[in-house]
């Protein structure tokens, strides 16, 4: 048999760490080494022989989670929200000259989001409109969610890329947050209630016509598959990776 990779987890109490730890264990060629809470030290992960950190932890942590992974040697897979430009920039930084590390920031695990993200961008080419809308559990401490910042940022790129002005709107009276949030100059609006996992719908607007691009994680088992990618596959990533997609041949 080949050797198991050594994966540790941190956050491993909180609502995603407990299904990772599970899914960790399950996966045949995975040894589960470390799987650590708030007031853990990160030592252990050196101590444990972790080669492959997965962060699901707050988005105060998660910086200094990675950057003492990056300078031990060790991948993250980080699927934490909070990763800015400004920190991106850092761990960019931090990642120069440590050719053999990789780190992937995944602001959503699910294969199926990813996809809607991708095609959401994709199709915002050829659309006059568009906004999203994500709704989420009411305990998530941070909004807009990662993956809507995410999405809005492909979808930013994409438009400029067609030459695509910024969607119409005729708002000149506003209570604060009615039209959501700017991203990137695509208005985000963000629901927080009792019974959602986590759920996204873009909505795309033209003369006459409507095309809405939703997806739905029911279940944290959703987001498994896609950090078990994530584990197996970041050694032959090495860098800076944002967005499961970089993992994946969308073709798009
Ligand atoms: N990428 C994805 O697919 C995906 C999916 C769901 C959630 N998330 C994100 O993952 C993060 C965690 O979400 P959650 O719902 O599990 O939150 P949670 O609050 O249930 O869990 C976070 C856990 O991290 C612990 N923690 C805080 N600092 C720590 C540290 N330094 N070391 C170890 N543990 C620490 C907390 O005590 C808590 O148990 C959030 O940022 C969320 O947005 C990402
Ligand atoms: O439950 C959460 O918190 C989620 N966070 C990520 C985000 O902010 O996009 C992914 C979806 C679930």
Request: aromatic share 4%.
């Amino acid at each position: 048999m080949t050797e198991q990779l050594a994966v540790a987890v941190l956050g491993a109490n909180g609502r995603m760490g407990a299904e990772a730890v599970k899914a960790v264990e399950a996966a045949a060629d995975l040894k589960l080494v470390a799987a650590l809470g708030r007031n853990d030290s990160l030592d252990t992960l050196v101590d444990a022989g972790a080669r492959v950190v997965v962060d699901l932890t707050v988005p105060e942590s998660t910086e200094a989670n990675v950057r003492f992974a990056v300078e031990h040697g060790m991948h993250a897979v980080v699927g934490t929200t909070g990763w800015d430009a400004e920190r991106l920039g850092r761990l960019q930084e931090l990642l120069t000259g440590r050719s053999g590390v990789g780190v992937l920031i995944a602001p959503n695990f699910a294969l199926g989001s990813v996809l809607a993200s991708a095609f959401a961008a994709r199709a915002s080419r050829y659309f006059e409109s568009v906004e999203i809308i994500e709704l989420h559990h009411p305990d998530k401490v941070d909004a807009p969610s990662g993956t809507a910042v995410r999405t809005a940022q492909l979808i930013s790129a994409e438009r400029d890329a067609a030459g695509r002005p910024a969607s119409p709107d005729a708002t000149t009276s506003e209570r604060p947050g009615a039209r959501g949030c700017d991203v990137d100059g695509v208005r985000v609006h963000s629901v927080r209630l009792r019974g959602l996992v986590a759920h996204q719908e873009v909505l795309l607007g033209g003369p006459g016509e409507q095309l809405t691009i939703r997806h739905d994680s029911f279940d944290r088992v959703s987001f498994m598959p896609g950090v078990l990618l994530g584990v197996r596959n970041i050694a032959s990533h090495p860098g800076l990776t944002v967005g499961l997609d970089g993992y994946l041949d969308l073709g798009l």
